[in-house]
């Protein structure tokens, strides 16, 4: 019914910037919130960023000042602007939405996209 895609992902040097995009599609109502997860190897998934319908944002303490959510509620795309990326940035970034579609409609269900490689290395 919903698919969310990633896209952005790549190769990119230490201190340099890097956008992700997440765009949904299919039977939506309403999307509620959006984020974006991230998975190192060996370590679990930790959310990264979170917007909320209304815009609000929160964010890890690792990536504060550094990163920046954004949604376009038109195009139902959340975005992830990454900039001074360091190493330790290096990890599958997934985008996660909670929306109603028509079916589940006032409920809602929780979305993953299928995750981007972002490689931060010189």
């Known amino acids: 019914q919903v698919q969310l895609v990633e896209s952005g992902g790549g190769l990119v040097q230490p201190r340099g910037s890097r956008r992700l995009s997440c765009a949904a599609s299919g039977s939506i109502v309403t999307i509620y919130s959006m984020g974006w997860y991230r998975q190192a190897p060996g370590k679990q998934r930790e959310l990264v960023a979170a917007i909320t319908e209304g815009g609000s944002t929160n964010y890890a303490d690792s990536v504060k000042g550094r990163f920046t959510i954004s949604r376009d509620n038109t195009k139902n795309t959340v975005y992830l602007q990454m900039n001074s990326l360091k190493p330790e940035d290096t990890a599958v970034y997934y985008c996660?939405?909670?929306?109603?579609?028509?079916?589940?409609?006032?409920?809602?269900?929780?979305?993953w996209g299928q995750g981007t490689q972002v490689t931060v290395s010189s």
């Open positions: 996660n939405a909670d929306i109603s579609d028509s079916t589940t409609w006032p409920g809602r269900d929780s979305y």
